[in-house]
Nanobody, 123 residues
């Protein structure tokens, strides 16, 4: 049974930082590309960042480029998202997802999802 469990969300003031984690089990983590998506109330789920299974290729949405950093530790079956210079517009539920092949920006391409962690940025 595949499980992706996000943690690290919370309430932070604008300009602050948070580090999200996604712990994976039940799948061969080291062979899966991974990604973070986010969904604000009333909005669609949007791609935030993705990372190849080796960790050598990373992709970012324009809105977070230069502020967020994605990484992974295949020895710990865990992916991370370091979020700096947070803005109120970053407020959303953040989801991690796993894909069989290369990183994709499309929600429908992902095979497995976590339950999400809430990030709230106050102004």
């Amino acid at each position: 049974q595949v499980q992706l469990v996000e943690s690290g969300g919370g309430l932070v003031q604008a300009g602050g930082s948070l580090r999200l984690s996604c712990a994976a089990s039940g799948l061969t983590f080291s062979t899966k590309a991974m990604a973070w998506f986010r969904q604000a109330p009333g909005e669609e789920r949007d791609f935030v960042s993705g990372i190849s299974w080796t960790g050598t290729t990373t992709v970012y949405a324009d809105s977070v480029k230069g502020r967020f950093t994605i990484s992974r530790d295949n020895t710990k079956n865990t992916m991370y998202l370091q979020m700096n210079s947070l803005e109120p517009g970053d407020t959303a539920v953040y989801y991690c997802a796993a894909i069989m092949w290369s990183v994709s920006k499309n929600v429908e391409d992902y095979n497995y999802w976590g339950q999400g962690t809430q990030v709230t940025v106050s102004s």
